[in-house]
């Protein structure tokens, strides 16, 4: 009991961004871990001990601690806590740059959040399935993938679940230019962040609502959502999971209101933790296309990285934030930023057909 409790109480530090209560639930986690204490105990401690060094930044040292906690969790039939283990060594995965590791585990999570039958787990497993798909510039994966999750939040009323999965599917929305899905997704996005009250979910909800705007161009509109999340925000941007939106939708703030100059010498003041490669990546993408437009800079490592690594779900949600990269061909008329893609670089997995997720508003 005091193990998982101690599991509990780490949960709600991070959300809280209580910093020396995760320092104190860290500390029991790692005495537990060292202990001669049961498998499960042992096992939950490692959990613990995992997600906290994924909350730091550390995934290499969570996937160390995960490893050792999946096989007992599994020998144990602890298949709740074994999903969520699961969960956080797909994201440690995504955070190394490790995507087939991390599909793979993710569809591992997948297959024990169906046989628990929790309809939160499910919706959460496909999300990060859908994530990684969209990473990866797979857009009819993607879209098959988030249909599982709209399908469980359609029966889950969960505030949480909303704000979380909404924003990545409004987002999604946009790069397969269904302006009328992206709306709806925002509204689902936007009503879970009012319920939950979490200030990161009003960030989450503020700059979905500001790249809506931006794809729909109309950037005048988009700045005070912008500005609201940095209110709120604060310096606490190391604290959010989505990273890498909040510092490119600032540094777009700063080119757009101030300037090229103004985003050279201030748009790289943010300091925030990126838990993957791929916020990284969308943050150098828009950047160098910005150098490029006014002509600063003539290479492309950024590009380049994410065709060699084929992370092109970056610079698609450029696209469809208005945010053309000089490196990509002109769109053809009516074509979207998926297509687009698609169309440019051509890969048997990266196909955009389905123009919708099938949310009814």
């Known amino acids: 009991l005091l193990v998982r409790a101690n599991y509990i109480r780490m949960e709600f530090t991070l959300d809280a961004g209580d910093l020396a209560t995760r320092e104190q639930a860290e500390a029991v986690a790692a005495r537990v871990a060292g202990s001669e204490a049961s498998p499960e105990c042992v096992a939950l401690a490692n959990m613990a001990l995992?997600?906290?060094?994924?909350?730091?930044?550390?995934?290499?040292?969570?996937?160390?601690?995960?490893?050792?906690?999946?096989?007992?969790?599994?020998?144990?039939?602890?298949?709740?806590?074994?999903?969520?283990?699961?969960?956080?060594?797909?994201?440690?995965?995504?955070?190394?740059?490790r995507f087939a590791d991390a599909a793979r585990t993710f569809r591992e999570c997948v297959n024990v959040a169906e046989r628990c039958g929790h309809l939160g787990s499910i919706a959460h497993s496909y999300g990060l399935l859908g994530n990684v798909y969209q990473d990866l510039a797979f857009f009819d994966a993607a879209t098959e993938t988030y249909r599982h999750v709209v399908a469980s939040l359609e029966?889950?009323?969960?505030?949480?679940?909303?704000?979380?999965?909404?924003?990545?599917?409004?987002?999604?929305?946009?790069?397969?230019?269904?302006?009328?899905?992206?709306?709806i997704a925002l509204t689902r996005?936007?009503?879970?962040?009012?319920?939950?009250?979490?200030?990161?979910?009003?960030?989450?909800?503020?700059?979905?609502?500001?790249?809506?705007?931006?794809?729909?161009?109309?950037?005048?509109?988009?700045?005070?959502?912008?500005?609201?999340?940095?209110?709120?925000?604060?310096?606490?941007?190391?604290?959010?999971?989505?990273?890498?939106?909040?510092?490119?939708?600032?540094?777009?703030?700063?080119?757009?209101?101030?300037?090229?100059?103004?985003?050279?010498?201030?748009?790289?003041?943010?300091?925030?933790?990126?838990?993957?490669?791929?916020?990284?990546?969308?943050?150098?993408?828009?950047?160098?296309?910005?150098?490029?437009?006014?002509?600063?800079?003539?290479?492309?490592?950024?590009?380049?990285?994410?065709?060699?690594?084929?992370?092109?779900g970056p610079l698609a949600r450029l696209l469809a934030t208005g945010v053309h990269h000089p490196g990509v061909p002109p769109r053809a008329p009516g074509e979207s930023a998926a297509q687009l893609i698609a169309r440019a670089f051509p890969h048997p997995q990266r196909t955009a057909t389905a123009q919708a997720l099938g949310l009814v508003g």
Do not use: K
């Open 50 to 97: 995992g997600q906290i060094a994924i909350s730091r930044g550390e995934p290499a040292l969570a996937l160390e601690r995960l490893a050792a906690a999946a096989p007992v969790l599994e020998s144990l039939g602890l298949l709740m806590e074994l999903r969520r283990a699961l969960a956080t060594m797909g994201i440690s995965y995504r955070g190394l740059g």
């Open 155 to 183: 029966v889950l009323d969960s505030a949480r679940a909303f704000a979380e999965a909404y924003s990545n599917v409004t987002r999604f929305a946009l790069m397969l230019g269904n302006r009328r899905e992206a709306e």
């Open 189 to 312: 996005c936007e009503d879970g962040a009012r319920r939950s009250t979490l200030w990161r979910h009003q960030v989450t909800a503020l700059m979905a609502r500001a790249d809506v705007q931006l794809g729909h161009g109309r950037p005048d509109l988009a700045w005070p959502y912008v500005e609201q999340a940095a209110a709120i925000v604060g310096d606490r941007a190391h604290l959010l999971p989505d990273a890498g939106t909040f510092v490119r939708l600032q540094h777009h703030y700063h080119w757009a209101t101030r300037g090229f100059d103004a985003l050279r010498s201030q748009g790289h003041t943010i300091q925030a933790l990126f838990d993957s490669v791929v916020e990284v990546l969308e943050v150098r993408l828009f950047d160098e296309a910005v150098a490029q437009i006014h002509g600063a800079r003539t290479d492309s490592p950024a590009l380049d990285e994410a065709v060699s690594t084929g992370l092109l």
